[in-house]
DNA sequence: GATATACTTGCATCCACATGCAAATAAATA
DNA sequence: TATTTATTTGCATGTGGATGCAAGTATATC
């Protein structure tokens, strides 16, 4: 069996590696992208209650989204005294992002060639 | 106003058109990502039975699990005789990703900064 | 220790969505 | 035109997830 011939499966396993269902779950609501872009936007973390302020929702379903993010590697958090600090990691998931369009064009070329 | 206290805003706003909601909801399915780490594998474009073969459900589920990804610009489509044709758009896929993390790393250093 | 503050979690409800089957549509062929 | 093939769509069902409220947990303060 040549290299060539395992192109392909390499190729998929490359992919099914990179597209991490759970990433696209966690940004797949509303509320949670804006929960992101809203962090994305300050320069220090911020307090479930004051992401809360931004999302409209009460502030229990605020705390899920946060769980799911942080689960899905997208926030990082730390506590502080009583209240809880998250942050975006944003050069992570650029570089988790950035991680599948590479294995996409990989898998491109490596099916047209 | 100066445009330094723009920053922020602008930031936002560039994530907010780049997060765009239907493509991570198209993309949060594991059909779906199994439907497009298949295609990514392929040279050419396949019909919808073709691809339903590697699913495990219905072909009529197929079908809409296609729509979904080619309302979402992820896949194209194209009518061949009684088959319909679909195709993995991977540049333009890979270009948004990476209009993401483009985005993210550009409003971490606007709000460090 | 008691109280207040900040967050998380259990519970019930509601809604969106994935799925299968069957019918409808589109297109080629007899 | 009738029939076959390929795909889409309508409908009903079941499941997962988002939400609000209330209760529980963690930490700080009185």
Same mark, same amino acid.
């Given at each position: 069996?040549?290299?060539?011939?395992?192109?392909?499966?390499?190729?998929?396993?490359?992919?099914?590696?990179?597209?991490?269902?759970?990433?696209?779950?966690?940004?797949?609501?509303?509320?949670?992208?804006?929960?992101?872009?809203? #962090?994305? %936007?300050r320069a220090e973390a911020a $307090?479930?209650?004051? @992401? /809360? &302020?931004?999302?409209?929702?009460?502030?229990?379903?605020?705390?899920?989204?946060?769980?799911?993010?942080?689960?899905?590697?997208?926030?990082?958090?730390?506590?502080?005294?009583?209240?809880?600090?998250?942050s #975006?990691? %944003?050069?992570?998931?650029?570089? $988790?992002?950035?991680? @599948? /369009? &590479?294995?996409?064009?990989?898998?491109?070329?490596?099916?047209?060639?």
């Amino acid at each position: 069996m040549s290299a060539r011939q395992q192109l392909p499966e390499a190729c998929t396993t490359a992919l099914g590696d990179a597209l991490q269902p759970d990433l696209f779950k966690a940004l797949c609501d509303p509320v949670r992208i804006s929960i992101v872009a809203n #962090l994305a %936007a300050r320069a220090e973390a911020a $307090t479930v209650s004051e @992401i /809360a &302020d931004c999302c409209g929702i009460d502030f229990s379903g605020v705390s899920r989204h946060l769980k799911i993010l942080r689960d899905a590697s997208v926030l990082l958090s730390q506590r502080d005294g009583r209240q809880v600090l998250y942050s #975006l990691d %944003a050069g992570s998931l650029a570089a $988790t992002l950035r991680g @599948i /369009a &590479d294995a996409l064009e990989m898998c491109e070329q490596q099916a047209a060639g």
